[in-house]
């Protein structure tokens, strides 16, 4: 029996090493290498022994790490001081920039909702007859068809006091605008009794003037916020026309 010096296992007469085959000729080879050089190795073996790692126990294989969970904690939205003790909670991105884009009419082509002081106001610059409209009980100026193409809702109408070049007379010619005017593009709601405020949805499809200034929303609420919302019973102004 020829023992095989490079990896330490008896070499049989059937071309075994330990438990593993090799060819006939590949044996001849190894043995003619063996008696002419004493050393095996440059020669590259067609087997190499390998350390089988033991199989893992039942318990290890059943066993699963607990996923690492991190502590995420919700932070509640702030809460900004608009006017003294008149606070809201503000549920959008604090980072949120606005700015009032020329040609962008898309507020004005709503039915804005009149609350009871807008409606007192209103009836001091114009006929309330020929420009408001009554729905589910409560006051709208009124949406009417436009004779053009631009300034328009898909339907072709838009606000009684939006005029052909995208102006609104009201607050061009009597320097005053209904409290739902002020509010666009957010919207605000009564929860709890907090006054919450939030991007209305629509506002991010078509209102053109988000995120392209940097005048801040949340350092300028009382731009966008008249007073007169806290001492509504209901300020909600998800309700249209």
Partial sequence: ?????????????????????????????????????????????????????????????????????????TEAPPRVEVYPDREVVVEFDPELTFECVDDCTWCCQHGVLLYDQDLLELAQRANLAETTTEFRGEKFVTREEKDRE????????????????????????????????SVFPLGVWLEDGDLHVDIRDSAHDHCEGLNVSERSVIDNLEAFLPEVLWDLENPDSDREL
């Fill in 1 to 73: 029996m020829l023992t095989d010096a490079h990896i330490g296992e008896p070499v049989d007469t059937f071309g075994r090493i330990g438990t593993r085959p090799i060819s006939a000729a590949r044996h001849i080879e190894r043995s003619v290498r063996w008696l002419r050089f004493g050393t095996l190795d440059d020669v590259a073996l067609p087997c190499e022994r390998t350390e089988i790692s033991p199989s893992p126990s039942q318990e290890e294989k059943h066993f699963c790490p607990r996923p690492f969970l991190a502590d995420v904690s």
């Fill in 150 to 181: 631009d300034h328009v809702a898909e339907d072709g109408c838009a606000c009684a006091f939006l005029r052909e070049d995208g102006l609104c007379s009201l607050h061009l010619e009597e320097d005053w605008k209904p409290t739902r005017c």
